[in-house]
């Protein structure tokens, strides 16, 4: 049973297209994120949403857009993809308080745009 | 400005040899101090949290110390097997509601 677990795995499409990057969790965690892992394997946070409200937005272009209908789940919309937005997506969770547990992470979606 | 180094980009060992990867910050004040390991097309595994106040942390044939004063953290595996084979992460944060920070890794290979 998945704890953190996000669609598509891959994602190829065009420059210019809208795509979106869905991720649940079902660990009952009260925080949620999105981070970026380019070529460099540099992992970068881009949201963070906690019971549902954006409480970090970091400098990510305003094309890149998350949504949290509830507390499981966070998806990213990206519009007007740009060849540099390839890299690797990752959703992670994690409950206050509950620090010595980390976070857990999604395996990732791979985007590539062409 | 803040920064997260980890020394080594890649580390070679060998087999049963004892590994230490190298993690320091700079313009930080981190309340605790975790460590990851990432697997090829795999996301981040959580492995061990250290408070600011302990001095060292371990969990199996892993361990992990802190010092804040040098503002350094560091990694070991003993015994180290070709299954410890990966890209390992610090990643901290300061206080409050801060997301964690991650550095950009050091990829280990035990060499049997």
């Known amino acids: 049973d998945t704890a953190v677990s996000q669609t598509p795995k891959y994602l190829v499409t065009q420059m210019g297209n809208d795509k979106s990057i869905k991720c649940e969790q079902n660990l009952g965690h009260d925080t949620m994120y999105w981070y970026k892992q380019d070529s460099k394997k540099f992992l970068k946070i881009m949201f963070s949403?906690?019971?549902?409200?954006?409480?970090i937005n970091e400098t990510v272009p305003n094309r890149f857009s998350p949504k949290s209908p509830d507390k499981a789940h966070l998806n990213l919309h990206i519009n007007s993809l740009e060849l540099g937005d390839s890299a690797v997506y990752f959703c992670?969770?994690?409950?206050?308080?509950?620090?010595?547990?980390?976070?857990?992470f999604g395996s990732g979606t791979r985007l590539t745009v062409v | 400005s803040q920064k997260i180094e980890q020394n080594s980009e890649a580390l070679n060992i060998q087999e049963g040899k004892t590994a230490t990867l190298t993690c320091n910050y700079t313009n930080y004040s981190p309340a605790y101090l975790q460590w990851y390991r990432q697997d090829p097309g795999r996301g981040p595994v959580f492995l061990l949290l250290?408070?600011?106040?302990?001095k060292e942390k371990r969990k199996e044939r892993l361990k992990v110390t802190f010092d804040t004063t040098l503002k350094q953290s560091l990694f070991h595996i003993t015994a180290s097997q070709p299954a410890d084979s990966a890209t390992y992460l610090c990643?901290?944060?300061?206080?409050?509601?801060?997301?964690?920070?991650f550095g950009k890794g050091t990829r280990l290979s035990v060499i049997a």
């Open positions: 992670a969770s994690s409950q206050d308080g509950r620090e010595l547990f980390g976070y857990t």
């Open positions: 949403y906690n019971n549902k409200e954006l409480i």
């Open positions: 250290i408070r600011e106040n302990e």
């Open positions: 990643a901290l944060r300061n206080s409050g509601n801060t997301p964690l920070v």
